[in-house]
T-cell receptor, first 116, second 114 residues
Framework: NAGVMQNPRHLVRRRGQEARLRCSPMKGHSHVYWYRQLPEEGLKFMVYLQKENIIDESGMPKERFSAEFPKEGPSILRIQQVVRGDSAAYFC??????????????FGPGTRLTVL | QKEVEQNSGPLSVPEGAIASLNCTYSDRGSQSFFWYRQYSGKSPELIMSIYSNGDKEDGRFTAQLNKASQYVSLLIRDSQPSDSATYLCAVNIRRAGTASKLTFGTGTRLQVTL
C-alpha cells in the first residue's frame, strides 16, 4: 500500500517537551501539507512544503512550530515546548507534483498528540 | 463571513433516501472544490472533486457546482448506514503564492437511520 504514512499514530508529551511528527507522502507525490484538527473543530491548514522548500507557512503559529521536508526522508512537523492547547490531531496530506490548484490531496492516518 | 460554510447538522436521512449536503464559499476566484468523508476518529477520505460548473457523478455520489452562486453540493443516493460520517467541503481559495492550500468547512454530520 503506497498511501500517505504518518508516525507515530499517537504521541503523549508533557508540557515543555518537544513533539516530532513524521510524514511520508504517497509514492510519486512531492507536495506535502500539514493540517491540524482541534477537538470539535474543522481542519486548519498549517504549512505546504515541497522537497527542501517551504512554499506556504501562513497557517503556522509564529512560535514553537517548524516544518521541514528534506531531500531524503520524511517531512517533519516539530513542536517545541508543547502546551496543552497543542493537543490535537495532526494530519499530513500529499499531492502529485503537477496540477496546481487542481491537485487532489490525500490524507494520512494522522498523529494524535496529547499534552499532559 | 467564513470562507467556507457548511451546516453542522446532524442531517438525518432514512436508509435508501437521498442525502443532500451543501456548502458555500466566499472567494469568487476559487478554482477547485472537494468533498471529504471523515469517520469519527479517522482521517479525511477524498470522495469527490469538481472544477467546472454542473454535475459530476461517481457511483452513488453526485457533486454539483455553481460558481455564480458560490455554491457546491454533494448528493448521496440510496443512503446506507455506512455513509454515516462527517462530510467536509474543501475549497482551493486562490491567493497569490498559495495555489494549493485547502480551506475546509467545519463539516456536516450525516446520520443514516434504519
Amino acid at each position: 500500500n503506497a498511501g500517505v504514512m504518518q508516525n507515530p499514530r499517537h504521541l503523549v508529551r508533557r508540557r515543555g517537551q518537544e513533539a516530532r511528527l513524521r510524514c511520508s507522502p504517497m509514492k510519486g507525490h512531492s507536495h506535502v501539507y500539514w493540517y491540524r484538527q482541534l477537538p470539535e473543530e474543522g481542519l486548519k491548514f498549517m504549512v505546504y512544503l515541497q522537497k527542501e522548500n517551504i512554499i506556504d507557512e501562513s497557517g503556522m503559529p509564529k512560535e514553537r512550530f517548524s516544518a521541514e521536508f528534506p531531500k531524503e526522508g520524511p517531512s517533519i512537523l516539530r513542536i517545541q515546548q508543547v502546551v496543552r492547547g497543542d493537543s490535537a490531531a495532526y494530519f499530513c496530506a500529499s499531492s502529485p507534483p503537477v496540477g496546481g490548484a487542481y491537485n487532489e490531496q490525500f490524507f494520512g492516518p494522522g498523529t494524535r498528540l496529547t499534552v499532559l | 463571513q467564513k470562507e467556507v460554510e457548511q451546516n453542522s447538522g446532524p442531517l438525518s436521512v432514512p436508509e435508501g433516501a437521498i442525502a443532500s449536503l451543501n456548502c458555500t464559499y466566499s472567494d469568487r476566484g476559487s478554482q477547485s472544490f472537494f468533498w471529504y468523508r471523515q469517520y469519527s476518529g479517522k482521517s479525511p477520505e477524498l470522495i469527490m472533486s469538481i472544477y467546472s460548473n454542473g454535475d459530476k457523478e461517481d457511483g452513488r455520489f453526485t457533486a454539483q457546482l455553481n460558481k455564480a452562486s458560490q455554491y457546491v453540493s454533494l448528493l448521496i443516493r440510496d443512503s446506507q448506514p455506512s455513509d454515516s460520517a462527517t462530510y467536509l467541503c474543501a475549497v482551493n481559495i486562490r491567493r497569490a503564492g498559495t495555489a494549493s492550500k485547502l480551506t475546509f468547512g467545519t463539516g456536516t454530520r450525516l446520520q443514516v437511520t434504519l
